[in-house]
């Protein structure tokens, strides 16, 4: 049932997303009065799934149809709409264009009024570039519908007043329990949930952290950055240790330790943060200790017993609201709309970073490039909303982006020839254009088997 959610979830955002993509090439070709063949969601090599046309004043629909139909192609100035068998992406077949469909008989017939190849390169550049522009569009929309809905709440990082908690990869970097990072490369970072993400989308040489009252500086050497990218939960937030229950088959059911209580030593040793306890504990393992408590007003001494996981088999105060001030801001109708657009450049510009990883082997940042099955990892188990549109945001932001590279049979391939045209005043030629459009193609398939092959090798 949870595959079969995050299934429809993929579906339903790649879906609008590729129809968003799709319908801004088919708008302003539309608006430049460039005929428009097909307007298709998923591939469909020889037959659709549904189509619809209009011609001879009235819509006809065909379900599992061919795509060899006299009738059909009798009216090609009418644009051809339909869903395709194949789900990868979808296509806007512009008439008189050099596209993934490799359409080389019709190239080779004369230029017509109506042809995408006889307008002027501003339209053609438009044209181009209607799709990526729909995507920002959508992601500017979406966040700022969801800062209007849901307003925004986070814990600023001056704000996580105990500071981190660390993993071995951020130990061993240099990193300690308790270190509060004031900024990276002397870039402050305000939200604390991003300081992993800011510390390698960055490349961040050196840390500045406070500790034990002291300003230091945490030097982060380059080669750690695969790790980094691999290694999820390197700063969780550090807060006190407070005893939020007791099972009724906990060891320590019957101890004295109540709920409510806050442990601040063990065997003596002055702790309250919840990973500095467990460290601890774990040192005991199957043995007993003796914890100091505060309870209300005044310190309790309690012995409790450690199992062999050295647990003391109690449940946690997670409730954060407790210990944090965290920062919530809501969004009227016309205040939501910049504040979205702000989010959705933040976002271009940290995506932007990310790919420069992608791109620099050094990183191995390669080796995380995922497909679909990548995609549907990140949806949730259960149907959120506010999750959902988020992430469609984003993915919005990345189709946007990916489609503007500079790369053949990619939007942004298109938009390098025409600026070529527009600097130089010469047309690339048709023959360049196919071969360009050639090796795009079989760089994108290079793409999609590294990232199905990744996707799979995470499989085992």
């Known amino acids: 049932m949870?595959?079969?959610?995050?299934?429809?979830?993929?579906?339903?955002?790649?879906?609008l997303l590729v129809i968003i993509h799709e319908f801004g090439h088919y708008?302003?070709?539309?608006?430049?009065?460039?005929?428009?063949?097909?307007f298709y969601l998923f591939f469909n090599p020889k037959f659709s799934i549904i189509k619809f046309k209009k011609f001879e004043g009235k819509w006809?629909?065909?379900v599992f149809s061919s795509n060899d139909d006299e009738q059909w192609d009798a009216h090609p100035q009418n644009t051809?709409?339909?869903?395709?068998?194949?789900?990868?992406?979808?296509?806007?077949?512009?008439?008189?264009?050099?596209?993934e469909s490799m359409d080389k008989e019709a190239m080779k017939l004369p230029p017509q009024p109506w042809e995408f190849r006889t307008k002027p390169a501003w339209q053609r550049f438009f044209i181009m570039f209607g799709g990526v522009l729909y995507n920002f569009?959508?992601?500017?929309?979406?966040?700022?519908?969801?800062?209007?809905?849901?307003?925004?709440?986070?814990?600023?990082?001056?704000?996580a007043k105990y500071g981190i908690a660390v993993n071995d990869l951020s130990y061993e970097i240099g990193f300690r329990n308790g270190d509060r990072i004031l900024a990276f490369d002397g870039v402050p970072t305000e939200d604390f949930t991003q300081l992993q993400v800011d510390m390698v989308r960055s490349r961040a040489?050196?840390?500045?952290?406070?500790?034990?009252?002291?300003?230091?500086?945490?030097?982060?050497?380059?080669t750690y950055i695969p790790a980094i990218l691999n290694t999820p939960g390197m700063f969780s937030i550090a807060f006190p240790f407070v005893v939020g229950g007791l099972p009724d088959d906990s060891i320590n059911r019957d101890s004295g330790l109540a709920v409510g209580d806050e442990i601040n030593a063990v065997n003596g040793e002055q702790m309250f943060l919840v990973h500095d306890v467990q460290q601890k504990l774990s040192e005991c393992k199957g043995d007993t200790v003796t914890v100091t408590a505060k309870r209300g007003s005044e310190d309790v001494e309690i012995p409790l017993l450690v199992d062999t996981a050295g647990k003391i088999q109690v449940i946690l105060d997670t409730d954060m609201s407790k210990y944090?001030?965290?920062t919530t801001n809501t969004y009227g109708v016309l205040a939501s709309i910049p504040a979205g657009a702000k989010k959705a450049f933040l976002t271009v510009k940290n995506y932007v970073k990310e790919l420069g990883l992608i791109f620099s082997p050094k990183t191995e940042?390669?080796?995380?490039?995922?497909?679909f099955i990548a995609i549907g990892r990140i949806f949730p188990d259960t149907w959120d909303w506010f999750r959902f549109w988020t992430l469609t945001a984003l993915l919005s932001i990345m189709l946007g982006v990916l489609n503007i590279l500079p790369i053949p049979a990619l939007d942004g391939g298109h938009i390098l020839f025409l600026l070529i045209e527009m600097i130089t005043g010469r047309k690339v030629s048709e023959k360049a254009l196919e071969v360009a459009e050639t090796i795009g193609i079989i760089l994108l398939i290079m793409l999609m088997i590294l990232a199905f092959g990744n996707d799979i090798r995470s499989l085992f």
């Open 2 to 15: 949870v595959i079969l959610l995050k299934v429809i979830q993929v579906i339903f955002a790649l879906s």
């Open 27 to 38: 708008s302003f070709a539309k608006l430049f009065k460039t005929r428009v063949e097909k």
């Open 60 to 62: 006809h629909v065909k």
């Open 80 to 99: 051809e709409y339909g869903i395709g068998w194949l789900p990868l992406g979808g296509y806007c077949k512009i008439a008189g264009m050099i596209d």
């Open 137 to 159: 569009i959508l992601a500017i929309i979406i966040y700022a519908a969801i800062l209007f809905n849901w307003g925004e709440e986070y814990l600023r990082n001056e704000d």
């Open 205 to 222: 040489k050196e840390a500045t952290v406070l500790r034990d009252g002291d300003t230091i500086t945490v030097d982060i050497d380059p």
């Open 324 to 326: 944090f001030s965290f």
């Open 365 to 371: 940042a390669y080796k995380s490039v995922g497909s």
